[in-house]
T-cell receptor, first 112, second 116 residues
Framework: GQQLNQSPQSMFIQEGEDVSMNCTSS?????WLWYKQEPGEGPVLLIA?????ELTSNGRLTAQFGITRKDSFLNISASIPSDVGIYFC????????????FGKGTRLSVIA | SAVISQKPSRDICQRGTSLTIQCQVD?????MFWYRQQPGQSLTLIAT?????????ESGFVIDKFPISRPNLTFSTLTVSNMSPEDSSIYLC?????????????FGPGTRLTVL
């Protein structure tokens, strides 16, 4: 099946630092999404991207849909302790009623 | 966005038994999915729950092991049958909902299953 390569696998950062993670694929995706999962919870949608080259922000989070449609990145600026969690990228091959393909996740730890 | 609830939130089961997980959505949705998340792993799609017809299973998942029902547009169940310790995972219900122009996929809180 389709696979998304997400990196880094884990990050340990100081509070206040910026964070960057990315996702790549050998296939073209029409939609890229970024989710955050905290312990004991389901993934929560952070940002959805629908057009190649699109750059979207949600508070301190910024994500971009790569021009080639084969990659996306997520940046978190000025990290805070509540940013701790696992961040997943997800792609949709065809827009519409098709399920998502997920990356393996980036586990973020923030040291106060 | 859709509000999704799952029951039970967690369970500990003996091998060889079966567990049915319920998923309830607060609005009618076209698409419902079931995912499995093994410890420390990403999400893997089990099947698409189709209203009024048999679920569509992904490679590696079969109906005998994971029977799914979807009697209407707001409810679905997933049964994990003849469980073994390898079935210990978080099982997540997901729906395609509308947020603005496009459909987006939302997740329930998950059911944490431990098989002894």
């Amino acid at each position: 099946g389709q696979q998304l390569n997400q990196s880094p696998q884990s990050m340990f950062i100081q509070e206040g630092e910026d964070v960057s993670m990315n996702c790549t694929s050998s296939s073209i995706f029409n939609t890229w999404l970024w989710y955050k999962q905290e312990p004991g919870e389901g993934p929560v949608l952070l940002i959805a991207l629908y057009k190649a080259g699109e750059l979207t922000s949600n508070g301190r989070l910024t994500a971009q849909f790569g021009i080639t449609r084969k990659d996306s990145f997520l940046n978190i600026s000025a990290s805070i302790p509540s940013d701790v969690g696992i961040y997943f990228c997800a792609g949709q091959l065809r827009r519409g009623n098709t399920p998502l393909v997920f990356g393996k996740g980036t586990r973020l730890s923030v040291i106060a | 966005s859709a509000v999704i609830s799952q029951k039970p939130s967690r369970d500990i089961c003996q091998r060889g038994t079966s567990l049915t997980i319920q998923c309830q959505v607060d609005s009618q949705v076209t698409m419902m999915f079931w995912y499995r998340q093994q410890p420390g792993q990403s999400l893997t799609l089990i099947a698409t729950a189709n209203q009024g017809s048999e679920a569509t299973y992904e490679s590696g998942f079969v109906i005998d092991k994971f029977p799914i029902s979807r009697p209407n547009l707001t409810f679905s169940t997933l049964t994990v049958s003849n469980m073994s310790p390898e079935d210990s995972s978080i099982y997540l219900c997901s729906v395609l909902g509308t947020s603005g122009v496009y459909n987006e996929q939302f997740f329930g809180p998950g059911t944490r299953l431990t098989v002894l």
